[in-house]
């Protein structure tokens, strides 16, 4: 005979784990991650075409602009989303590196809420499309107002001397931008060796977005005024 009492515990059980469900926190955790993955694989990056490359890059510069924003609040501490920008051509690995080497970084709290100001890499470091780089000279701190972007040193790697001068772009742990307004723009072109900016060819090939307050972006229009300021 079948016993009703345990029977109605069980399904009780049952409905409350499927109440409990996953927080907002979470699925937006998991709806950036699968963004940036379909990013990364629809683009194809080792063989991406000198047409997509800024698509691409802007692309990917969005995916982690939302994980890092993501971390600072289920943190409920900074977290930032930085860009590799310490020029040493001397060094083919940081020549890779420069205005291309993307990674997000973030803070903890400790059990009395305290944040601790070490910088916690997330995952392996994202690089944009070969030929395509980031523009720090375009991505002013509020594209209205102009200014110039915050810059930090970061450890990128378990070595202590890997260490280097990046941009950055901040969230606080209520998932705030820090510095609301401002631009993220990414060139294609060719870098000479040594050379601070890229090359950009008769055809200008740029794009960008303007950050806003809540983490969102909005895509930048009028890109070719842009261009009246970067390298010919």
């Known amino acids: 005979m079948l016993n009703t009492s345990t029977s109605t515990t069980g399904t009780n059980r049952l409905l409350r784990s499927f109440r409990k469900g996953f927080s907002l926190v979470e699925l937006l955790a998991v709806m950036s ?14 063989r991406i075409g000198k047409g997509q490359g800024v698509t691409a890059g802007l692309a990917i510069g969005e995916g982690l602009l939302a994980q890092a924003r993501i971390l600072a609040m289920n943190n409920n501490a900074p977290a930032r989303l930085i860009i590799h920008g ?18 997000v970084v973030h803070q903890t709290t400790d059990d009395e809420g305290r944040i601790n100001t070490t910088w916690k890499r997330v995952g392996s470091p994202t690089f944009l499309p070969q030929g395509v780089y980031y523009s720090p000279e375009m991505s002013s701190a509020d594209m209205r107002l ?19 001068q990046c941009h950055f772009y901040e969230f606080n742990g209520q998932g705030v931008c820090t510095t609301p307004g401002a631009g ?7 870098r000479p060796s040594g050379a601070a900016q890229p090359m950009l ?19 930048i229009r009028d890109i070719t005024r842009l261009g009246a300021v970067g390298t010919r």
């Open 33 to 46: 991650i699968i963004a940036i993955l379909l990013s990364l694989a629809s683009v194809g990056i080792s």
């Open 86 to 103: 310490d020029l040493n051509d001397s060094d083919p690995i940081q020549r890779e590196r420069y205005r291309r080497m993307m990674m």
């Open 146 to 164: 102009g200014g110039v972007l915050p810059e930090d040193r970061h450890q990128l790697t378990n070595q202590a001397a890997d260490t280097w």
């Open 184 to 190: 993220f723009v990414v060139v294609n072109g060719a």
């Open 201 to 219: 060819g008769g055809k200008l090939d740029l794009g960008g977005f303007v950050v806003l307050k809540n983490g969102g972006t909005t895509m």
